[in-house]
């Protein structure tokens, strides 16, 4: 079994919603800090939103404003509300789990090498 499953993406009209999952298995979910990184076809991957494992978040300064990290630890899931969709957001979304440094005021996220399959978001009209 994958030990993360994505679901959720799909086509969306400029200015719409939608809502990605990542359903983590095989683990203890809740100890672990969790990423949503995107990549567009020729782009790098780049880390969207990040989540510590007590819920603290970070975004990446396109996201902000827009998109929304949580989880649920009963359900070792994470989340991605992802509102005000713009053709610039399409790409293939991907859950990771990683680790995190914190700082006097922030954290940083590292990801690690385990990945979801990715899900395909599509912004168009």
């Known amino acids: 079994q994958a030990p993360l499953v994505e679901s959720g993406g799909g086509l969306v009209q400029p200015g719409g919603s939608l809502r990605l999952s990542c359903a983590a298995s095989g683990s203890i979910f809740s100890i672990y800090a969790m990423g949503w990184y995107r990549q567009a076809p020729g782009q790098q991957r780049e880390l969207v939103a990040a989540s510590t494992s007590g819920g603290r978040t970070t975004y990446a300064d396109s996201a902000k404003g827009r998109f929304t990290i949580s989880r649920d630890n009963a359900k070792n899931t994470v989340y991605l509300q992802m509102n005000s969709l713009k053709p610039e957001d399409t790409s293939v979304y991907y859950c990771?789990?990683?680790?995190?440094?914190?700082?006097?005021?922030?954290?940083?996220?590292?990801?690690?090498?385990?990945w979801g399959q990715g899900t395909q978001v599509t912004v168009s009209s």
């Open positions: 990771n789990r990683g680790s995190v440094t914190y700082y006097v005021n922030t954290f940083s996220y590292t990801g690690s090498s385990v």
